[in-house]
């Protein structure tokens, strides 16, 4: 008896471990690239680990899902779990065998095999993704155009859809335009404009843009009845090469410019400041431009970061001086691609004039002739009383002094005051080494040439005027 209870266990058994199974489907078996396939798993049994699935056919899972499908074969009823994974193969493949542990048992699936071609190239397809350029090319630095194209035919419908930047490794992007709209006989037409540059020299490659389409599709369930499917398939672009060259030594700059410095005054009163504006204009690589700043001597000279917008470069510089200075000439030296000639720009000679300004002082060394005297002073040695005397005295007025301390009421001198701003930043800018000063003077610069409105730490300046005697 005891021996049949045990085969009638293991028939049992038998039976349970037999409905454990798992199947792998493909929903296309050849497809272009770009396609998107669902990769499903159908699992029978009551205890299901869930396998983790993150790429497949080595492309990552876009997407996955699980639902609950009922099945009758031969009048019996059967339930079985199915996983999808959505993916887009680039190349032929075969997807292995995938382990899943159900019931406490581990099964495998079977293998799947994956025949991926390339793309048919159609000029008559519903969507087109075209990527032109109007050179291939360029010198380092030097600005160009690229131009994407995307073509929807009429009718065509696209319930969602998802663009993929091409990659541009070497390149700046200096300028995206809007997408402009237009017709183009059975297509309506999406005009982007890039304006790049190159960052190195060498053959630099501009990858496959692509554009992800969502459309309707119909498919049978396990029924046989027709029902709706989302169905994503991915359209690129041409690939673009650009060769690029190196620039004439001695250069840095690579276009067609303009410049052109305007003061707001020639004529200002003593630490007044001059506000000057520099522009450059043109196409080219006005990134790679350096600030301006002069060196003026006897002149303190304020630069303000440089700002690009477009084609348009702009920096402010500030100039505050006790006498007349000249600005020279703003030098601007490039290499101009169409002429290929180096060509040099520069801005006129700027004079300033300071009101009441002090002379100028000059050094000059003075030699003194003294005449030597011979001077013979007679002395008479003083009596012990009269010493005694003498050094009772001194004691009594060296307690005095030292008691009502007289040098405090010497010292009178008037120190810089913190509220004249302009006079202040002068005492202060040739001790900037000193951090603590440095940080006075940043907001200074501000509340002066800026019109901002920061408080001062006023403990902070007295004890940097008391250090450095600032009077």
Same mark, same amino acid.
């Given at each position: 008896?005891?021996?049949?209870?045990?085969?009638?266990?293991?028939?049992?058994?038998?039976?349970?471990?037999?409905?454990?199974?798992?199947?792998?489907?493909?929903?296309?078996?050849?497809?272009?690239?770009?396609?998107?396939?669902?990769?499903?798993?159908?699992?029978?049994?009551?205890?299901?680990?869930?396998?983790?699935?993150?790429?497949?056919?080595?492309?990552?899972?876009?997407?996955?899902?699980?639902?609950?499908?009922?099945?009758?074969?031969?009048?019996?009823?059967?339930?079985?779990?199915?996983?999808?994974?959505?993916?887009?193969?680039?190349?032929?493949?075969?997807?292995?065998?995938?382990?899943?542990?159900?019931?406490?048992?581990?099964?495998?699936?079977?293998?799947?095999?994956?025949?991926?071609?390339?793309?048919?190239?159609?000029?008559?397809?519903?969507?087109?993704?075209?990527?032109?350029?109007?050179?291939?090319?360029?010198?380092?630095?030097?600005?160009?155009?690229?131009?994407?194209?995307?073509?929807?035919?009429?009718?065509?419908?696209?319930?969602?859809?998802?663009?993929?930047?091409?990659?541009?490794?070497?390149?700046?992007?200096?300028?995206?335009?809007?997408?402009?709209?237009?017709?183009?006989?059975?297509?309506?037409?999406?005009?982007?404009?890039?304006?790049?540059?190159?960052?190195?020299?060498?053959?630099?490659?501009?990858?496959?843009?692509?554009?992800?389409?969502?459309?309707?599709?119909?498919?049978?369930?396990?029924?046989?009845?027709?029902?709706?499917?989302?169905?994503?398939?991915?359209?690129?672009?041409?690939?673009?090469?650009?060769?690029?060259?190196?620039?004439?030594?001695?250069?840095?700059?690579?276009?067609?410019?303009?410049?052109?410095?305007?003061?707001?005054?020639?004529?200002?009163?003593?630490?007044?400041?001059?506000?000057?504006?520099?522009?450059?204009?043109?196409?080219?690589?006005?990134?790679?431009?350096?600030?301006?700043?002069?060196?003026?001597?006897?002149?303190?000279?304020?630069?303000?970061?440089?700002?690009?917008?477009?084609?348009?470069?702009?920096?402010?510089?500030?100039?505050?001086?006790?006498?007349?200075?000249?600005?020279?000439?703003?030098?601007?030296?490039?290499?101009?691609?169409?002429?290929?000639?180096?060509?040099?720009?520069?801005?006129?000679?700027?004079?300033?004039?300071?009101?009441?300004?002090?002379?100028?002082?000059?050094?000059?060394?003075?030699?003194?002739?003294?005449?030597?005297?011979?001077?013979?002073?007679?002395?008479?040695?003083?009596?012990?009383?009269?010493?005694?005397?003498?050094?009772?005295?001194?004691?009594?007025?060296?307690?005095?002094?030292?008691?009502?301390?007289?040098? /405090?009421?010497?010292?009178? @001198? =008037?120190?810089?005051?913190?509220?004249?701003?302009?006079? !202040?930043?002068? $005492? &202060? +800018?040739?001790?900037?080494?000193?951090?603590?000063?440095?940080? /006075?003077?940043?907001?200074? @610069? =501000?509340?002066?040439?800026?019109?901002?409105?920061?408080? !001062?730490?006023? $403990? &902070? +300046?007295?004890?940097?005027?008391?250090?450095?005697?600032?009077?």
């Amino acid at each position: 008896m005891k021996n049949l209870g045990k085969i009638a266990l293991l028939l049992l058994l038998a039976q349970y471990i037999a409905l454990a199974s798992v199947r792998a489907t493909v929903d296309a078996t050849n497809i272009e690239v770009g396609e998107m396939i669902t990769y499903s798993l159908h699992i029978s049994g009551e205890d299901v680990q869930r396998p983790n699935i993150h790429s497949l056919c080595g492309t990552d899972v876009i997407s996955t899902s699980a639902r609950t499908s009922i099945e009758m074969i031969n009048g019996d009823i059967s339930r079985s779990n199915i996983l999808s994974y959505k993916f887009m193969p680039q190349r032929n493949c075969i997807i292995e065998p995938i382990e899943v542990e159900i019931d406490g048992t581990i099964q495998k699936s079977n293998s799947v095999e994956i025949k991926v071609g390339e793309i048919v190239a159609n000029k008559d397809a519903d969507f087109i993704l075209v990527l032109d350029t109007s050179t291939k090319e360029v010198f380092v630095g030097e600005a160009f155009d690229v131009t994407l194209l995307f073509k929807q035919k009429r009718g065509a419908e696209a319930v969602d859809s998802k663009f993929v930047a091409p990659e541009l490794k070497g390149f700046w992007i200096k300028n995206e335009s809007k997408p402009q709209r237009s017709e183009d006989g059975k297509y309506a037409v999406s005009k982007v404009v890039y304006t790049m540059a190159a960052q190195r020299v060498g053959k630099l490659n501009i990858t496959k843009a692509q554009m992800r389409i969502a459309s309707r599709d119909h498919v049978r369930d396990s029924w046989g009845a027709w029902i709706p499917k989302i169905k994503w398939r991915t359209y690129y672009s041409n690939e673009l090469s650009v060769d690029v060259k190196p620039l004439p030594g001695g250069v840095e700059l690579v276009g067609n410019f303009s410049i052109i410095a305007t003061a707001d005054k020639t004529e200002i009163n003593p630490s007044e400041a001059l506000n000057l504006t520099i522009e450059v204009l043109g196409d080219g690589n006005l990134e790679d431009i350096k600030s301006f700043k002069p060196y003026i001597n006897g002149v303190n000279i304020f630069d303000e970061k440089i700002v690009v917008r477009g084609n348009k470069l702009t920096q402010k510089i500030a100039f505050v001086a006790e006498r007349d200075f000249t600005i020279a000439p703003f030098i601007l030296k490039y290499f101009d691609p169409i002429t290929k000639e180096i060509k040099t720009i520069s801005t006129n000679e700027i004079n300033i004039k300071v009101k009441n300004a002090k002379p100028k002082e000059e050094l000059t060394i003075k030699r003194e002739e003294k005449e030597l005297t011979k001077v013979v002073v007679e002395t008479t040695p003083l009596s012990n009383s009269w010493v005694i005397l003498i050094f009772i005295l001194g004691l009594i007025l060296g307690a005095l002094i030292m008691f009502l301390k007289p040098w /405090i009421y010497l010292k009178k @001198e =008037k120190s810089v005051s913190i509220k004249d701003h302009k006079v !202040l930043l002068i $005492k &202060l +800018l040739p001790h900037k080494n000193d951090e603590q000063v440095q940080n /006075i003077v940043d907001i200074l @610069e =501000k509340n002066i040439y800026s019109d901002a409105k920061i408080d !001062l730490d006023k $403990k &902070l +300046l007295k004890e940097i005027i008391k250090k450095y005697n600032l009077v």
